[in-house]
Antibody
Framework: EVQLLESGGGLVQPGGSLRLSCAVSGFSFSDYEMNWVRQTPGEGLEWISY???????RYADSVKGRFTVSRDNAKNSLYLQMDSLRVDDTAIYYC??????????????WGQGTMVTVSS | QSTLTQPASVSGSPGQSITISCTGT?????????VSWYQQHPGKAPKLMIYEVINRPSGVSNRFSGSKTGNTASLTISGLQAEDEANYYC???????????FGTGTKVTVL
């Protein structure tokens, strides 16, 4: 069974750091691009980061320079290092697998999410 | 960052059909056939319902269908069922600095 399991969320003060992990199973992790998406409680979805099979990365403007995405194919794991956290980074963070179709991409498998709360 | 525009809510009676619109620009929805739709029930992770504008993943009911005209994509749910009550989000690649952009989300209510 294909599964993504996020961990590492919690309560952190503004300006602090947190590292999220996403452990994958059930598929060949090294063959897939991966993404992080977040959702403020009760609000919509926001794409924040992408990493391809060669570790080429992209970020949303809202997190660029503060967040770093990485992957360890040997450990079947995806990571999101979050520094200089702000109150408006408070959200549920999801990792999601990307599938590449003939003409477009989509996020076909999602984890259950991990909650990050930034508050003093 | 910019988002795609969706109606805040759409409702219908069981058995009816409803359509959710997703309006973007010539830099995202209009430029790419990489439009996807996600269903999210409260407290759950999003679920992929449509990808590449019109394609359904294995296991998704054929009551769900997608289309696109110009800068606007649409998701149609036919034969509306109680289990379809959820939030729905569209998504597209974008040529802007943002790689992906989501829609504002639509709450579907089954009357």
């Amino acid at each position: 069974e294909v599964q993504l399991l996020e961990s590492g969320g919690g309560l952190v003060q503004p300006g602090g750091s947190l590292r999220l992990s996403c452990a994958v199973s059930g598929f060949s992790f090294s063959d897939y691009e991966m993404n992080w998406v977040r959702q403020t409680p009760g609000e919509g979805l926001e794409w924040i980061s992408y990493i391809d099979v060669n570790a080429v990365v992209r970020y949303a403007d809202s997190v660029k320079g503060r967040f770093t995405v990485s992957r360890d194919n040997a450990k079947n794991s995806l990571y999101l290092q979050m520094d200089s956290l702000r109150v408006d980074d408070t959200a549920i963070y999801y990792c999601a697998r990307e599938i590449r179709g003939a003409v477009g991409d989509a996020l076909d498998v999602w984890g259950q999410g991990t909650m990050v709360t930034v508050s003093s | 960052q910019s988002t795609l525009t969706q109606p805040a809510s759409v409702s219908g009676s069981p058995g009816q059909s409803i359509t959710i619109s997703c309006t973007g620009t010539s830099s995202d929805v209009g430029a790419y056939n990489s439009v996807s739709w996600y269903q999210q029930h409260p407290g759950k992770a999003p679920k992929l319902m449509i990808y590449e504008v019109i394609n359904r993943p294995s296991g998704v009911s054929n009551r769900f269908s997608g289309s696109k005209t110009g800068n606007t994509a649409s998701l149609t749910i036919s034969g509306l069922q109680a289990e379809d009550e959820a939030n729905y989000y569209c998504n597209s690649h974008t040529g802007a600095s943002t790689f992906y952009v989501f829609g504002t989300g639509t709450k579907v209510t089954v009357l």
